[in-house]
Structures are given as C-alpha cells and as structure tokens.
C-alpha cells in the first residue's frame, strides 16, 4: 500500500484534479460515469475528486449521489446540490468554490464524454504547459456516434460559422469535455456573459482573447444513453444571438 501511495504522489506531482459534474436527471447514468472516473483515475494514479452539482433533480439524481458517496467516501465523491436549475455558468461558479483541486475538469454525466480520455488531457496539459485542454471531436481521430444527420450539422455549422467570424484557433468549440487551470477557469467563467449552447464556445474566445493557451485531445463523443438531449431550438437561437455578440464585442 506505501508503495502505491508513493507512486500516486509522484505521477500527480502534487496537483489535484476536481471533477465538475453538473447533473440534471441523470439517476440512470450518474452510478456508470462516477465508476468510470474512479476507475480511470485510480489506474492513472492522480489525485482527484468528483464535485456531483445536482440541480434539483426531480428524478432522484442526488439521492443516487448520496448512496455513490457512502460507497466511494466523502473525500472522493462532493455533494454541493442547489435547489433549482439555474444554468452552467453558475453550476461551475459553485463548483468551483468547493474545489480542493488546483485543476478543473469539465465534463458531461451523461456518458457521452468518456473518462478514459481523462489522463491524455493531463498529459497534454503536462507537456505543454497548457492553461486548457479541450477535447475535440473534429480533429485527429476523434469522432462523433449516435448523433442523426441533423445534431450533426446543427454542430458541425455551429463550428464553421464561429471558426470564420472569430477565428478562435480550437477546431472544437461547443464541446464541454475540458481541463483546466483553476485559476484560469474562475477568470473565465467571470468574464463569460452568455448562457446555454453558446457558453462553452465563449470560453474558448475569451481564453484566445486574454491569451491563455489551448492544447486539444482528439475525442469519442456518444450520445447520452439514457434521457433526452436538452438541445432545441431555442437552444440554437440562442447560440445565434450570442454569437453576434461575441462577433460585436470580441
């Protein structure tokens, strides 16, 4: 057991990784995503936590985090619940209060982002100094599975028209698998003004714009196995007007 522990300090060189769960019912997919990450870091040897950010599930969601708690310790699993749905932005702004980690990963509890590409981010980040790593399904061999043609172009020309109007140099930009540098996500999260699909393409051009670095992971991304995706059309007009006023403001 020492020798493990010591082999544990020595791949994580004293960093910590916090793990960003924002979850709205997800009761079916929660207990496979938290294996997964346990899993994963645990051969790995980092450090880690896993910060469950339930927002008032109506399905039971935190009441499945409590039991998960109980059988992986409270040092590993974090319950910090709101009482309503009240947007990424602030779902990360409270995470990362409670976070003990000198790193962020962000990341979706549907299983639609696995945890196995976890430890390439933290090599990437680790061999080039990155501020973020960003996991990109459109470079490399990263992919796409189980989306219909029309999820694939809502993304794909999403990608395209951001790519042209504020050339943000990140080939993916409205994925939210990431790795960050704690301080730099607070600093990002205080400056990003939008909300919903847009969120996550503003945090890509405002780190360009304050000059943060961006490595990128090429990724697998399955849709969500159980529950219904929360992309509508509202969702897409909303990326449209925030991308207008990123185009105006940036």
Excluded at 87 to 104: C, W
Excluded at 134 to 151: M, Q
Excluded at 158 to 185: C, H, M, W
């Amino acid at each position: 057991m020492a020798s493990r522990r010591s082999d544990t300090k020595r791949r994580g060189d004293g960093d910590k990784y916090s793990v960003l769960l924002p979850t709205y019912n997800e009761r079916e997919n929660l207990p496979l995503i938290v294996w997964l990450l346990v899993k994963y870091f645990g051969e790995s040897g980092y450090d880690y936590e896993i910060i469950v950010i339930d927002d008032g599930s109506p399905d039971g969601t935190l009441q499945v985090a409590e039991q998960l708690q109980k059988i992986y310790g409270e040092d590993k699993i974090v319950l910090r619940p709101r009482a309503q749905k009240l947007g990424l932005g602030t779902a990360y702004i409270h995470g990362i209060k409670h976070a003990k980690g000198n790193f962020i990963i962000i990341m979706d509890a549907d299983l639609s982002h696995h945890p196995k590409f976890i430890p390439e981010f933290i090599k990437k980040q680790k061999e080039g100094g990155y501020d973020l790593v960003s996991g990109t399904r459109y470079k490399g061999d990263g992919g796409v599975y189980g989306w219909d043609l029309r999820r694939k172009l809502i993304s794909r020309g999403a990608n395209f028209i951001t790519q042209v109007l504020l050339r943000p140099g990140a080939s993916d930009l409205t994925g939210s698998f990431r790795l960050y540098k704690k301080e730099v996500l607070e600093r990002l999260v205080e400056k990003c003004v939008s909300k919903g699909y847009v969120f996550q393409m503003e945090m890509i051009v405002r780190a360009r714009q304050l000059g943060y670095t961006i490595g990128e992971v090429p990724i697998s991304f399955v849709d969500r196995v159980y529950g219904e995706s929360k992309l509508g059309g509202n969702e897409i007009v909303s990326f449209l007007k925030g991308l207008l006023t990123l185009f105006a403001t940036t």
